[in-house]
């Protein structure tokens, strides 16, 4: 007989839980999300509810309020250690209290606590955050809500007297979801995984528009909304008004302007890479790169994962272009004294060191070997590409960041973060001091569509040489939020905040240009904007400049240096004047009014959340369990006694490894100059014999270009879901085609075609 769902209690009582309702409001290219949640507790006794979650890496939440029965309480920012003392104390005396704070270990994950509900009473939290949409590859603004709340997995008990929970079709409780977007652009369409109501236009324009999630959704995957606008490129500035009841000057009580910037990147600028540079990759070989990527089936160690990935580098770099590869730990070596011109002899070299890199170099030391990087003179015509791997952090980051931007007007650094213990201020660091380019790997995150995106940027003309210049009338200033932008690559979309102080007697408006430069071309747009916006449309765009001034000074912090406490009471002062979440700040409210004598222990109840790695227990909030990547957990605490973490269940022993991708073995294979040729190995990624292939061949083209051409019919159609991976591959590819010349090309992709059981033109294929 299958037990009921969710987690229960040793009387068979269902979790406090009941409904969820989700409110999104969009303004151009940032979100308000609010979350309700309705908790009651249905035990016979005192209840403590602990609801673990996690919330997109960048969002701020920005409002947290409780309802208990009629009487709403709304919390206060206030600093962590104060407001976790506060909560404490007022559950030991049997006061209502909540309290949400950011997780110590990591930075997208938030707890919220929900103490002490008497028997039978209903309480409803209600949760606010902001967020920047991020621009998917087809320009469409991504908004997901992440399906965190439906329990796909068995949890072990975590302590004495923790039952278990089942796994469940159904959840035991509702969710809604209702979405409002107001643009100043025009709203071309709104799309979703899941069945959505009509979009219904609430204006002539087509510039306010409001949506529903169709009833009877189950909550068994994410929620993804992607929103198109007409003119996704066009640069726009939006202005939003202070609150009344903040002081003037104050970011809060003045208004704040939003510019988008998302340039677009004609098709014979994507079509043009470079053929020169020096590409440098340095890769962490310490002894944590022996971990996992993750904890799910066929996980590969991180060392393994950046092997297979340099393998890729290696084969799409362009000929006559330099390149080195560095290992570095405790110490650091170099596969060549110096950077080397790409040749099929210095691949080939090359590739037969990567395969034996191994983990095995001691602790993370990267300032030594950037300092040898740095003292190599660089080739002529050939700008350096950095591209640096690393899982950990180091103890001097800000001496690491000096040196980078000391080097600044020499190269470019295009970081990977690997994991969750990777450094953000680190990898974000080097990137930005740079101008170059920042990514995390982490949970199932694969590496190489990652690092093959940056090569690619690495390789394309950037939008540079960007600026911002105001117009604005006498007593008017513009104070900037954000850190300056240097470089934007294609896909690439900045969001610039703004404080405007002061009043202007006369003028009502003022206008800002922005000017860069793409491939040697200025492009220059204005945009006028008003001084004093009537509307109230919220504070989406103030929490959101705020969040942006604290992460600032969060990485400021993280680097260190002799101000860090200065730094530490900036952000927790303007956490709190903005209402922004923060490392430093929680979210604490008291129902004083409630207090009441407890009789008997007070139970803990943690709602089920779900687990992306179904083999592995729910885990308690450790910091073992953060960096795993999994959103939750669930435990019982008894009164006057502290939570006991469940002892952790050791990861499966994985004795084989992986059979090898097709992908990588066709890679492999190819030659520097692009082409492949025509042997049994190749045959064998296709399914086919080497007789097979080679009879197949036309007659008027030799074995080289054949083989090149198969490959490429291959790519597009077995692998077209990755082609991210091997775009440059192919592009390589196709270029060494071109330069062959071959007649009866057209033939020849007919006759690959009929031999793979593919369809391909040549048009796709680029040759």
């Given at each position: 007989m299958r037990k009921r769902c969710g987690l229960l209690s040793h009387k068979n009582v269902p979790v406090p839980l009941k409904s969820i309702s989700v409110q999104l409001q969009v303004r151009d290219h940032v979100a308000s999300v609010s979350s309700s949640l309705q908790y009651v507790n249905e035990e016979e006794r005192p209840l403590e509810a602990l609801f673990v979650f996690p919330l997109p890496t960048d969002a701020a939440v920005c409002h947290f309020n409780a309802k208990i029965g009629e009487q709403e309480i709304v919390a206060e920012v206030q600093d962590k250690q104060s407001a976790r003392d506060q909560y404490d104390d007022a559950v030991s005396s049997g006061q209502q209290a909540f309290l949400l704070e950011k997780s110590d270990y990591s930075s997208n994950v938030f707890k919220?606590?929900?103490?002490?509900?008497?028997?039978?009473?209903?309480?409803?939290?209600?949760?606010?955050?902001?967020?920047?949409?991020?621009?998917?590859?087809?320009?469409?603004?991504?908004?997901?809500?992440?399906?965190?709340?439906?329990?796909?997995?068995?949890?072990?008990?975590?302590?004495?007297?923790?039952?278990?929970i089942s796994s469940a079709y159904v959840i035991p409780y509702t969710l809604s979801l209702s979405v409002d977007v107001r643009s100043s652009d025009r709203i071309s369409r709104l799309e979703s995984n899941c069945p959505l109501?009509?979009?219904?236009?609430?204006?002539?324009?087509?510039?306010?528009?409001?949506?529903?999630?169709?009833?009877?959704?189950?909550?068994?995957?994410?929620?993804?909304?992607?929103?198109?606008?007409?003119?996704?490129?066009?640069?726009?500035?939006?202005?939003?008004?202070?609150?009344?009841?903040?002081?003037?000057?104050?970011?809060?009580?003045?208004?704040?302007?939003?510019?988008?910037?998302?340039?677009?990147?004609?098709?014979?600028v994507m079509a043009s890479l470079a053929s020169q540079g020096e590409f440098v990759f340095l890769v962490d070989r310490s002894g944590s790169m022996r971990c996992k990527m993750h904890r799910g089936k066929d996980a590969r160690m991180r060392i393994k994962s950046a092997r297979d990935t340099l393998l890729l580098l290696?084969?799409?770099?362009?000929?006559?272009?330099?390149?080195?590869?560095?290992?570095?730990?405790?110490?650091?070596?170099?596969?060549?004294p110096q950077s080397v011109v790409y040749s099929q002899d210095t691949m080939e070299e090359a590739l037969k060191r990567v395969k034996n890199m191994k983990a095995d170099m001691g602790g993370t030391e990267i300032l030594q070997p950037l300092k040898h990087i740095y003292r190599q003179p660089c080739y002529p015509d050939h700008p350096r590409q950095l591209f640096i791997f690393t899982d950990g952090e180091v103890r001097n980051t800000?001496?690491?960041?000096?040196?980078?931007?000391?080097?600044?007007?020499?190269?470019?650094?295009f970081s990977f973060g690997i994991g969750k213990s990777a450094s953000t201020a680190l990898i974000k660091g080097m990137a930005r001091e740079s101008s170059g380019h920042a990514q995390f790997i982490r949970?199932?995150?694969?590496?190489?569509?990652?690092?093959?995106?940056?090569?690619?940027?690495?390789?394309?003309?950037?939008?540079?040489?960007?600026?911002?210049?105001?117009?604005?009338?006498?007593?008017?200033?513009?104070?900037?939020?954000?850190?300056?932008?240097?470089?934007?690559?294609?896909?690439?979309?900045?969001?610039?905040?703004?404080?405007?102080?002061?009043?202007?007697?006369?003028?009502?408006?003022g206008a800002v240009t922005l000017k860069y430069r793409l491939k040697d071309q200025p492009v220059t747009n204005q945009l006028q904007f008003?001084?004093?916006?009537?509307?109230?449309?919220?504070?989406?765009?103030?929490?959101?400049?705020?969040?942006?001034?604290?992460?600032?000074?969060?990485?400021?912090?993280?680097?260190?240096?002799?101000?860090?406490?200065?730094?530490?009471?900036?952000?927790?002062?303007?956490?709190?004047?903005?209402?922004?979440?923060?490392?430093?700040?929680?979210?604490?409210?008291?129902?004083?009014?409630?207090?009441?004598?407890?009789?008997?222990?007070?139970?803990?109840?943690?709602?089920?959340?779900?687990?992306?790695?179904?083999?592995?227990?729910?885990?308690?909030?450790?910091?073992?369990?953060?960096?795993?990547?999994a959103p939750v957990a669930y435990c019982i605490r008894r009164r006057g006694r502290p939570p006991t973490a469940a002892p952790l269940m050791a990861p499966p022993k994985y004795k084989l490894e992986p059979q090898t991708d097709p992908l990588l073995q066709l890679v492999s294979l190819q030659k520097a100059t692009g082409c492949w040729e025509l042997n049994a190995a190749l045959a064998n990624v296709f399914g086919k014999t080497e007789d097979e292939v080679t009879n197949h061949r036309p007659v008027q083209v030799d074995g080289s270009v054949w083989a090149t051409v198969l490959a490429l019919i291959w790519l597009y159609s077995c692998r077209s879901g990755d082609q991210v991976e091997w775009q440059l591959v192919a592009m390589k590819a196709a270029l060494w085609i071109r330069s062959q010349k071959p007649d009866g090309l057209s033939q020849c992709v007919c006759d690959g075609n009929v031999l793979l059981g593919c369809h391909v033109t040549e048009d796709v294929l680029g040759i």
């Amino acid at each position: 007989m299958r037990k009921r769902c969710g987690l229960l209690s040793h009387k068979n009582v269902p979790v406090p839980l009941k409904s969820i309702s989700v409110q999104l409001q969009v303004r151009d290219h940032v979100a308000s999300v609010s979350s309700s949640l309705q908790y009651v507790n249905e035990e016979e006794r005192p209840l403590e509810a602990l609801f673990v979650f996690p919330l997109p890496t960048d969002a701020a939440v920005c409002h947290f309020n409780a309802k208990i029965g009629e009487q709403e309480i709304v919390a206060e920012v206030q600093d962590k250690q104060s407001a976790r003392d506060q909560y404490d104390d007022a559950v030991s005396s049997g006061q209502q209290a909540f309290l949400l704070e950011k997780s110590d270990y990591s930075s997208n994950v938030f707890k919220l606590s929900v103490g002490c509900l008497s028997p039978g009473q209903n309480a409803s939290i209600t949760i606010i955050y902001v967020i920047e949409l991020s621009v998917q590859a087809d320009h469409a603004l991504r908004f997901c809500l992440p399906a965190v709340l439906n329990p796909r997995y068995t949890p072990a008990a975590l302590a004495a007297g923790v039952p278990e929970i089942s796994s469940a079709y159904v959840i035991p409780y509702t969710l809604s979801l209702s979405v409002d977007v107001r643009s100043s652009d025009r709203i071309s369409r709104l799309e979703s995984n899941c069945p959505l109501d009509p979009l219904v236009f609430l204006d002539f324009e087509h510039t306010h528009a409001t949506v529903n999630l169709s009833a009877g959704h189950r909550f068994d995957k994410d929620v993804e909304l992607l929103l198109y606008y007409e003119n996704t490129h066009q640069p726009t500035a939006v202005v939003e008004a202070g609150a009344a009841t903040a002081q003037p000057g104050s970011l809060m009580g003045d208004p704040v302007l939003m510019i988008s910037l998302y340039p677009e990147f004609p098709a014979d600028v994507m079509a043009s890479l470079a053929s020169q540079g020096e590409f440098v990759f340095l890769v962490d070989r310490s002894g944590s790169m022996r971990c996992k990527m993750h904890r799910g089936k066929d996980a590969r160690m991180r060392i393994k994962s950046a092997r297979d990935t340099l393998l890729l580098l290696l084969k799409s770099l362009p000929m006559g272009c330099y390149f080195n590869i560095y290992g570095f730990g405790s110490h650091f070596e170099s596969f060549f004294p110096q950077s080397v011109v790409y040749s099929q002899d210095t691949m080939e070299e090359a590739l037969k060191r990567v395969k034996n890199m191994k983990a095995d170099m001691g602790g993370t030391e990267i300032l030594q070997p950037l300092k040898h990087i740095y003292r190599q003179p660089c080739y002529p015509d050939h700008p350096r590409q950095l591209f640096i791997f690393t899982d950990g952090e180091v103890r001097n980051t800000k001496e690491v960041l000096d040196l980078v931007k000391s080097h600044a007007h020499s190269h470019r650094c295009f970081s990977f973060g690997i994991g969750k213990s990777a450094s953000t201020a680190l990898i974000k660091g080097m990137a930005r001091e740079s101008s170059g380019h920042a990514q995390f790997i982490r949970g199932t995150k694969r590496m190489q569509p990652k690092v093959m995106q940056s090569l690619r940027f690495a390789l394309q003309p950037a939008v540079d040489n960007i600026s911002v210049d105001w117009i604005v009338p006498e007593g008017v200033t513009v104070d900037m939020l954000s850190p300056p932008i240097s470089v934007l690559f294609e896909g690439q979309r900045a969001l610039i905040y703004a404080q405007l102080i002061g009043q202007s007697s006369g003028k009502t408006e003022g206008a800002v240009t922005l000017k860069y430069r793409l491939k040697d071309q200025p492009v220059t747009n204005q945009l006028q904007f008003t001084l004093k916006p009537t509307e109230d449309t919220g504070r989406t765009i103030h929490q959101l400049a705020a969040r942006s001034v604290i992460r600032s000074l969060e990485l400021e912090e993280q680097a260190g240096g002799a101000d860090a406490e200065a730094v530490r009471s900036r952000i927790v002062e303007l956490s709190v004047q903005a209402g922004v979440s923060s490392v430093h700040t929680a979210f604490i409210c008291v129902n004083k009014d409630s207090k009441q004598t407890i009789r008997g222990p007070m139970l803990q109840r943690r709602v089920p959340v779900c687990n992306r790695f179904q083999k592995f227990p729910a885990l308690a909030p450790s910091k073992r369990m953060l960096e795993l990547a999994a959103p939750v957990a669930y435990c019982i605490r008894r009164r006057g006694r502290p939570p006991t973490a469940a002892p952790l269940m050791a990861p499966p022993k994985y004795k084989l490894e992986p059979q090898t991708d097709p992908l990588l073995q066709l890679v492999s294979l190819q030659k520097a100059t692009g082409c492949w040729e025509l042997n049994a190995a190749l045959a064998n990624v296709f399914g086919k014999t080497e007789d097979e292939v080679t009879n197949h061949r036309p007659v008027q083209v030799d074995g080289s270009v054949w083989a090149t051409v198969l490959a490429l019919i291959w790519l597009y159609s077995c692998r077209s879901g990755d082609q991210v991976e091997w775009q440059l591959v192919a592009m390589k590819a196709a270029l060494w085609i071109r330069s062959q010349k071959p007649d009866g090309l057209s033939q020849c992709v007919c006759d690959g075609n009929v031999l793979l059981g593919c369809h391909v033109t040549e048009d796709v294929l680029g040759i």
